[in-house]
């Protein structure tokens, strides 16, 4: 009995147990230098990393409340290494910020919450789960804290994910009222396409819609991309935005598999919104975050297909996708936040020859552009394809069809920030900068993550096998 | 005595709620917009304490829920205003009319 409560929450344990070493190391009576402190963290990180993929087994817990299996181990274990990357893509900016040990603090409570969050088998896990996500993102949005425009995407952030936990938990006391249980499995036997649990289902979608910033729910998205500290941004983009999909996939297809017939349309009318109005916004931006803001709503219509298509095609292409999205977002997010932490520059203007200046960075933050707009042979072509491929399962080629012209429109912006680093010229180019050893490794992680996973189509077989079982 | 029916207080409840949501859209000082908030997830602890009691007496989950729910909104209301005190450090506002430097 014991021996199953260690293993089957050890991913939430080793977390918690990295929480509390930083605690220790906090209030410890010797300060220490923040270049160890950093060292150590990703050590610990990296450990934490390694441990998921150890004594992996299915089960559940707390009476039924909290479930775990080798899918959700493995999902586990890829916001684990977005986690790593993105902690040693932050060393340049972390190592003069007197708040460190704070900033991991809080970036690791947030998730342990999204672990309970895909782990939970109960509407009140999943909604304890959600709000220890969100509540410390908003805290670590406002990390640069002499800064007006980190304190403003704070404030922005808390009242919209408040706003939509509130649309999620007056969802949740509708279907407590129509079923009186909270249990996954007990709401999924009787889940009928009433109106009340129509309404229900409206408001539960909305609040998640909130949090994967879907259209018409991404206007806080700009915003708080742009106010951010970058670390901070790509955390939002790329890991959270992932926990809540993993989610939002294992939600629509168990609990509310009775009613699929009315959610595709639903889901079919936010993916055409989201893309056309991220990619419509994305045009005109500026500032880098801005845009990798937008294109990452944009994603998220692509990702929404796959979920229509009801298969396991369709939920291992969005573990897939998620998986390349990770690796990409995060490569182009490196560099800029590379480039922000040692210049302070963010506007894509300021990228004008960079090529000519660091010619190795250009090509990181390239590769992961191309692997956005999907074009082949990187990884990011073949994601879109499997979710492309599953979404057409259903036979709606309309949907195909918008989603294919916005690829299309998609590449202009993103080939727009190339020919800016590699084509056109400024007086003064950001000087040469020395990447140190933590964020190179994360650039040949990402990189590697895209070659390797486009060249070699093992990845998918992979995460489809969980399924087939 | 005869009983309050149901639907009475699933009224209250529901105009809490679009209460609640009026006032965030309209209110443009920062802390009434936290009250509005509050409104919202007082709506829900109605409802779920309601439904508990009428309809499902010999369970507990609602009740449960709505503890979580009043700790959990307590856990917000704390981060948003230590996020208002910084915001209004640098803009000596609480207006959100003030706080705009990011658009579109």
Known sequence: MIKDFFILLKQELTVTIILFILLFIKIGVKEMPARIVLNIINALLFLNLLAGFLFIRAGSLFGDMFQTSELISFEKNLLNLGTLIIS?????????????????????????????????????????????????L?????????????????????????????????????????HGSLNFAILAQGYSASPLGLFSFILLLAGLGFKISAVPFHLWTADVYEG???????????????????????????VFGNISDTWYHMVFVLSVLTMIVGNLFALRQQNMKRFLAYSSIAQVGFILIGISGQSSAGSSSVIFFILIYLFSNLGAFGIVSLVSSVTGKEDIDDFRGFYQTNPLLSWVLAISLFSLAGIPPTAGFFGKFFLLLAGAGKGNYIWITIAALNMVLSLYYYLRVIRALFMEKQEQPIPKINAGWSPKIAM?????????????SGGYTYIHSFFIK | MSEIPVTHILFVSTALFFIGMYGLFTRRNMITMLMAIELILNSVNINFVVFNKYLYPE??????????????????????????????????????????????
């Open chain 1, 88 to 136: 040693l893509q932050s060393y340049h900016w972390l190592k003069n910020h007197k708040h460190a040990l704070e900033f991991y603090m809080l970036m690791l409570s947030t998730l342990l919450g999204m672990f309970f969050m895909i782990s939970s088998n109960n509407l009140l896990m999943l909604y304890l789960g959600l709000e220890l996500s969100t509540i410390p």
């Open chain 1, 138 to 178: 908003a805290a670590l949005a406002n990390f640069d804290l002499e800064k007006r425009r980190s304190s403003e995407a704070a404030f922005k952030m808390i009242i919209s994910s408040a706003f939509s936990s509130g649309l999620l938990l007056f969802g949740i006391s509708l279907v407590y009222g129509i």
């Open chain 1, 228 to 254: 951010a500290p970058v670390p901070v941004t790509s955390y939002l983009s790329v890991i959270s935005k992932g926990a809540i999909f993993f989610v939002l996939v294992s939600l629509l297809y168990n």
């Open chain 1, 444 to 456: 040949i992680i990402c990189v590697g993550g895209i070659i390797v996973t486009g060249l070699f």
């Open chain 2, 59 to 104: 369970k507990l989950d609602g009740l449960f829920f709505t503890i979580f729910i009043i700790t959990i909104a307590a856990a917000e209301a704390a981060v948003a205003i230590a996020i208002i005190i910084n915001l209004y450090r640098s803009h000596h506002s609480i207006d959100v009319e003030d706080a705009t430097e990011m658009k579109y």
